[in-house]
């Protein structure tokens, strides 16, 4: 049942923790907790063009992390709550496995010390 889970998010999990691999685009999400914000508002701390800029924010929309809405000129972006869910699932589904395999862990080394 996990492993299927885990098939069944991967691609979905591909694209948000590659979003997150980059830590503009994790400066990003952080400024964006405090509310929307214009894309150039988002650039301004940045030492980059603002077409190079323009693609981390296609990554983080394609990852789910963000919505953005134009109008006029001015394009806002948004957090977007759906990926934290997707990566807490996920990281529940880890910790699951892995105190498994710690209390499998502790039993061995308990039975082993046991039988001395």
Do not use: Y
Not at 9 to 36: K, N
Not at 58 to 82: D, F, N, P, Y
């Amino acid at each position: 049942m996990l492993l299927f889970l885990m098939a069944q998010h991967s691609d979905q999990l591909d694209g948000i923790f590659h979003a997150l691999s980059d830590p503009t685009r994790r400066a990003v999400l952080g400024r964006l907790r405090q509310g929307p914000a214009s894309v150039s508002e988002l650039a301004e701390p940045f030492d980059m063009a603002l077409p190079s800029f323009m693609k981390h924010v296609g990554v983080l929309e394609q990852g789910g992390w963000i919505r953005t809405h134009k109008e006029g000129r001015v394009r806002t972006c948004a957090l977007e709550s759906a990926p934290f869910g997707v990566v807490e699932e996920w990281l529940n589904e880890q910790q699951e496995i892995w105190e498994a395999h710690t209390d499998r862990l502790e039993q061995f080394v308990t039975q082993q010390e046991e039988s001395r």
